[in-house]
């Protein structure tokens, strides 16, 4: 089945963890070495550790007003794009996404539990701050429990965490300890990776042979 150019835009348009900490071999108090069959795989220790300490989402999703990030694509059209924060009020954020051919605005919310998106219009060429519309979506983007395997159904496919400590090579540079998330469509796949302290660094889409991808170019944080 063809995507049209609308819905392919609409699917690499959607989108928007942690870090997976390196635990060494200590060696025992006695002196001798840990047997190996005494030690949990390292995948499952560093899983352990992530739930331990907490993680912020919000470290994986920076929504502070003024925050740019701009992205080289190849494979579409609607590939390369860019985004910014337009607006900011607590744990809320309106976000403006501009692919050159067209622009949306969506609205999330960043908790201790998850990042959702709240409110989303496309076509949006007319600067406005919708912070205070009423919702017209509950896109969960991420979720805890943040463990390899974990997955949850929405709107636009099933999103399932598949890597806690992936390494992303992109034009501004490397990333590692990302998230890998992969969305499930019935025809197509989706891949996005989130860093700590930048968010959204890579995004993958495949379908039928095609393969569209987003890397980022540049972006700046604001504190």
């Known amino acids: 089945m063809r995507l049209s150019k609308v819905f392919l835009c609409l699917i690499i348009t959607l989108f928007f963890v942690t870090s997976c900490m390196r635990i060494s071999n200590s060696p025992r108090q006695d002196g001798q070495d840990t047997k190996p069959n005494q030690q949990e ?4 220790q560093n899983e352990q550790k992530i739930n331990e300490e907490g993680v912020n989402l919000g470290d994986y999703f920076p929504i502070t007003e003024g925050s740019t990030w701009q992205y080289r694509g190849e494979g579409n059209e609607y590939a390369s794009f860019t985004r910014e924060v337009e607006f900011n009020k607590g744990n809320k954020a309106q976000i403006k996404e501009n692919s050159g051919g067209t622009i949306s605005r969506s609205i999330y919310e960043v908790s201790d539990s998850e990042i959702v998106r709240t409110f989303f219009q496309g ?11 009423e919702s017209n979506e509950n896109l969960v983007i991420l979720k805890k429990p943040l463990k390899k395997g974990a997955r949850w159904d929405t709107a636009h496919g099933t999103r399932e965490i598949v890597d806690l400590n992936a390494i992303v090579e992109t034009p501004s540079g490397k990333f590692e300890n990302c998230i890998k998330i992969k969305v499930a469509y019935e025809h197509s796949t989706l891949h996005e990776y989130f860093a700590k302290g930048v968010g959204l660094v890579k995004r993958e889409f495949e379908s039928e042979g095609m393969k569209v991808i987003s890397e980022l170019e540049k972006y700046d944080i604001k504190k």
């Open 41 to 44: 795989p390292p995948q499952k």
């Open 123 to 133: 076509e949006s060429y007319e600067d406005k701050n919708f912070l205070e519309e």
